[in-house]
Nanobody, 120 residues
């Protein structure tokens, strides 16, 4: 199982960015996929995940209504569209397989991170 995150960059507050998580083989058929982030000086946190079974999604309160996950099984890719970005969204963003949709817990396989910087 391999995951590769991309799409990070610099954006002004209020702007938008879409991250991609390219996965290998049939990963999306068998694994829930989550997005995590780690801000400077803080612990890594789960922010959203999508179910392999029914495409249901879970978001933490801090991103609910602003971030949207989607998936394209034909491209083996999961996306995270981030709108209304805030300086506090600045972090390295990771995608990973997750074992539990509730709280997007039990990460397993990780991709490398992609840096998102929100500043004016």
């Amino acid at each position: 199982v391999q995951l590769q995150a991309s799409g990070g960059g610099w954006v002004q507050p209020g702007g938008s960015l879409t991250l991609s998580c390219r996965t290998s083989g049939s990963t999306l058929l068998y694994y829930h996929i989550g997005w995590f982030r780690q801000a400077p000086g803080k612990e890594r946190e789960a922010i959203s995940c999508v179910s392999s079974a029914d495409d249901s999604k879970h978001y933490v309160d801090s991103v609910k209504g602003r971030f949207t996950m989607s998936r394209d099984n034909t491209k083996n890719t999961v996306y995270l569209t981030m709108n209304s970005l805030r300086p506090e969204d600045t972090a390295v963003y990771f995608c990973a397989t997750v074992g539990a949709m509730v709280g997007c817990q039990r990460p397993g396989y990780w991709g490398q991170g992609t840096l998102v910087t929100v500043s004016s």
